[in-house]
C-alpha cells in the first residue's frame, strides 16, 4: 500500500538553528499538508500546498515556517530559527483532489526536539 | 470556524467487550466529511473510518461503525470486540466538502483495552 514518508524520524536541535523536515508525499497525490502535535496536545493544521503554493495557512505557521517541493516528489517544512516551543511532533499528509478524495494519509511523522 | 470537542480524555474497556467513544463538532456547513483516525503508541495516524454527511447510512469498518446524528452534530465511534490492539488514542476530525480544505482535529480520546 502506497505511503508517506518522513525523514528524519527525530531530529534534536538547538535554540535558533534552522531545521528542515522532508515528506514523500503518495506519487499521484495532489494536495499535501503539515499538521503538529505538541506531546500530549491535538493535532493541529500548520499549512496545506496544491499546485506549487500554499492554499491554506494556520496562524502557527508565521514566518519562521516555509514550505517547498523542490523537485517531483519531495515536500519540505523548513523551521528558520527554531524555539523551545517548536518541540513536537510533526505530520506531513496527502490526499488526491476530486470527488470522494477526501481521506489524507498521514506519514509517520518527525519527532523534532528543541534544547 | 469549525470547532470538534471529545468529552472523553480517557477511557478502558475489557478485551472483547464494546466501547462508544463520543464527538460533538460545531459548523454552519451542511456538505462535509467525518473522520476517527487511531494513533497508536508508534504515534502514526491511521484512519478508522469516515462519513460524508451528506450520507444517512452510518458507515461501517469492520468491528468499527458509527453513530452519526447531523441535526445534534454528533459523531461517535464504536468498537465492538475490542482487542488489545486497539489501545490508541482516537482522534475525531472534520473537513468541509470543498477543496483543498484541512482537517480539524478534536483534543483526542486515549482507549486503553485491558486484558
Known amino acids: 500500500e502506497p505511503e508517506v514518508t518522513q525523514t528524519p524520524s527525530h531530529q534534536v536541535t538547538q535554540m535558533g538553528q534552522e531545521v528542515i523536515l522532508r515528506c514523500v508525499p503518495i506519487s499521484n497525490h495532489l494536495y499535501f499538508y503539515w499538521y503538529r502535535q505538541i506531546l500530549g496536545q491535538k493535532v493541529e493544521f500548520l499549512v496545506s500546498?496544491?499546485?506549487?503554493?500554499?492554499?491554506?495557512k494556520s496562524e502557527i505557521f508565521d514566518d519562521q515556517f516555509s514550505v517547498e517541493r523542490p523537485d517531483g516528489s519531495n515536500f519540505t517544512l523548513k523551521i528558520r530559527s527554531t524555539k523551545l516551543e517548536d518541540s513536537a511532533m510533526y505530520f506531513c499528509a496527502s490526499r488526491l483532489t476530486g470527488y470522494g478524495a477526501n481521506v489524507l494519509t498521514f506519514g509517520a511523522g518527525s519527532r523534532l526536539t528543541v534544547l | 470556524a469549525q470547532t470538534v470537542t471529545q468529552s472523553q480524555p480517557e477511557m478502558s474497556v475489557q478485551e472483547a467487550e464494546t466501547v462508544t467513544l463520543s464527538c460533538t463538532y460545531d459548523?454552519?456547513?451542511?456538505?462535509?466529511?467525518l473522520f476517527w483516525y487511531k494513533q497508536p503508541p508508534s504515534r502514526q495516524m491511521i484512519l478508522v473510518i469516515r462519513q460524508e454527511a451528506y450520507k444517512q447510512q452510518n458507515a461501517t469498518e469492520n468491528r468499527f461503525s458509527v453513530n452519526f446524528q447531523k441535526a445534534a452534530k454528533s459523531f461517535s465511534l464504536k468498537i465492538s470486540d475490542s482487542q488489545l490492539g486497539d489501545t490508541a488514542m482516537y482522534f475525531c476530525a472534520f473537513m468541509m466538502g470543498n477543496a483543498g480544505n484541512m482537517l480539524t482535529f478534536g483534543g483526542g480520546t486515549r482507549l486503553m483495552v485491558k486484558p
Open positions: 500546498f496544491y499546485n506549487n503554493e500554499i492554499s491554506e
Open positions: 459548523t454552519s456547513e451542511s456538505n462535509y466529511y
